[in-house]
């Protein structure tokens, strides 16, 4: 399996811990800072945690791919509310790896990612994201 996969399949069992933390709230929880708080919940570090150590081995033809599924999963990969910021801060490990796309395949993504995220709406992480496309889409231009 390659990493691209293997980030995949982190996303999914992501979302499914996300999805079972959600099914055993009870009425209330994290109100009035009462009950847990789905925000605090353990699977949101083991999450960013599985990421970053896939994408410090992320190599090769799949890292293309790789990050054109971490940066579309928020919008296109089904997940409960609570995992959605997640979804989008996990974005800063694929940093590196947008030096490693050709400057087409970065404009298709700047395209995609500046048609996806309205600028009022945007996080200091996909700023950043939107900055470093927006310099490699440049390159051997």
């Known amino acids: 399996?390659?990493?691209a996969e293997s980030l995949r399949n982190i996303y999914r069992e992501y979302v499914q811990k996300a999805e079972q933390l959600m099914a055993g709230r009870k009425p209330g929880d994290g109100l009035l800072g009462m009950g847990n708080k789905p925000q605090d919940?353990?699977?949101?570090?083991?999450?960013d945690?599985?990421?970053?150590?896939?994408?410090?081995?992320?190599?090769?033809?799949?890292?293309?791919?790789a990050l054109c599924f971490m940066l579309k999963a928020e919008k296109e990969f089904p997940a409960p509310a609570c995992?959605?910021?997640?979804?989008?801060?996990?974005?800063r490990h694929g940093l590196t790896l947008i030096e490693q796309l050709s400057p087409k395949q970065a404009e298709e993504m700047l395209l995609w990612y500046k048609n996806a995220y309205a600028p009022f709406t945007r996080?200091?992480?996909?700023?950043?994201?939107?900055?470093?496309?927006?310099?490699?889409?440049q390159k051997n231009v």
């Open 83 to 91: 995992a959605r910021l997640m979804l989008i801060a996990v974005q």
């Open 123 to 137: 996080l200091p992480v996909q700023k950043e994201i939107l900055k470093k496309l927006k310099m490699q889409k």
């Open 41 to 47: 919940a353990a699977c949101h570090d083991w999450f």
């Open 1 to 3: 399996m390659g990493n």
């Open 49 to 65: 945690g599985q990421v970053a150590a896939e994408m410090a081995t992320m190599q090769g033809d799949d890292c293309p791919e």
